[in-house]
């Protein structure tokens, strides 16, 4: 019987996808063949999967995401979000020459949006994300850009795949079958013992980067504290490390909040201002104990250590998670059954 062959595209923003998708990968049946860029392309290396070459040449565009974030605060412009819009229009060039789609069984795409201005075969596509909308604020030009980009993403979706999943902590669409979250790699490992340093998890971007060395700094003098994410402190599989941390201070993403739950640690979560993921990933969060939640740009002002003191003393009252990478698989082998 000839082995099903699956090329799987995941976002090169941050590290929540890639580690998520090599969980489901581990539950498929077949080959499968990575396209990503960026860190999510140093962790696939790391695994010692096999990638397209064209992933090599493909923008990460984490980097570009970034640069929309200042001091801890998301600041979108024109020229921004223009050069966001070439960098995926020139990823999405590059793996039009260079990769043959009718090579491939099956397409799983993890908010991977350089296959918007692709042609895939939408017969055995499949899209992965953990938001099915953009959530706004209430000033005059979000509510005016939103509602039309978030109307364009759908209409885009449906057109491109046949198949939509949504994964996310807090969002529901009916026009996708969701099913909540997928946990990370290597979550079921129970070979660490917990210390008493902190650890600093900035996710697998440079955005909070300075404000990390600035809290350790901060921190030094009376505890043992480590960093890890980003490109500077990049850890190919950092579980134990999180594991074995006694208190975490992270940033409000996808990955973060589910492994500070289900690991049940002490955290103090960092979301970035204007981040409608952060801001809707902390709001579950906020008010539970165990848990801290603080605007990025703030936290140097607070009295860090009094607050890792306090929560040393609550028992973590953690989300009730269960992992949907079983039903995932499940809903992938309907579709090409």
């Known amino acids: ?44 290396k790391e695994k010692g999967e096999n990638f397209e070459e064209v992933s090599n040449k493909l923008l990460s565009l984490g980097d570009y995401i970034e640069k929309m974030i200042k001091n801890c605060k998301v600041r979108i412009s024109i020229s921004n979000s223009y050069q966001l819009y070439k ?6 060039e590059l793996i039009k020459k260079e990769i043959n789609f009718n090579d491939y069984d099956l397409i799983i795409a993890d908010e991977f949006w350089e296959f918007m201005f ?17 959530t706004m604020n209430n000033s005059y030009i979000e509510k005016l850009i939103i509602p039309r980009l978030n109307s364009g993403l759908i209409s885009r979706i449906n057109e491109k795949f046949a198949l939509k999943i949504n994964l996310s902590l807090w969002d529901k669409d009916d026009n996708f079958i969701n099913l909540g979250p997928v946990f990370t790699d290597n979550y079921l490992e129970n070979d660490y013992k ?27 003098d009376k505890y043992d504290v480590k960093i890890i994410g980003s490109s500077k402190y990049f850890n190919p599989d950092p579980k134990k ?43 579950i969060i906020k008010g539970r104990k165990g848990f801290r939640v603080y605007p990025c740009n703030e936290i140097l002002n607070i009295n860090i250590k009094n607050e890792i003191e306090k929560l040393k ?18 809903e992938i082998e309907k579709l090409i059954r």
């Open 241 to 283: 490390t999180i594991k074995e941390a006694g208190i975490l201070i992270s940033l409000s993403g996808y990955g973060s909040i589910i492994e500070s739950n289900l690991f049940k640690k002490r955290t103090i979560f960092l979301y970035i201002e204007n981040h409608f993921e952060h801001i809707e990933n902390a709001n």
């Open 87 to 92: 960098a995926v229009k020139h990823n999405s």
């Open 1 to 44: 019987m000839v082995e099903m062959k699956i090329l799987y595209a995941s976002s090169s923003v941050g590290l929540g996808h890639i580690t998520r998708d090599y969980h489901i990968k581990k539950r498929l049946n077949g080959e499968v063949i990575w396209l990503t860029a960026g860190n999510a392309l140093k962790y696939i």
């Open 118 to 134: 692709i042609n895939i075969p939408k017969e055995r596509s499949v899209f992965l994300t953990d938001f099915t909308k953009v």
């Open 194 to 220: 917990e210390n008493d340093n902190i650890l600093i998890n900035v996710g697998g971007t440079n955005a909070a980067l300075k404000i990390a060395e600035k809290i350790k700094d901060k921190l030094n």
């Open 313 to 330: 003393k609550e028992e973590v009252d953690s989300l009730k998670l269960n992992d949907s990478t079983n039903m995932v698989v499940e």
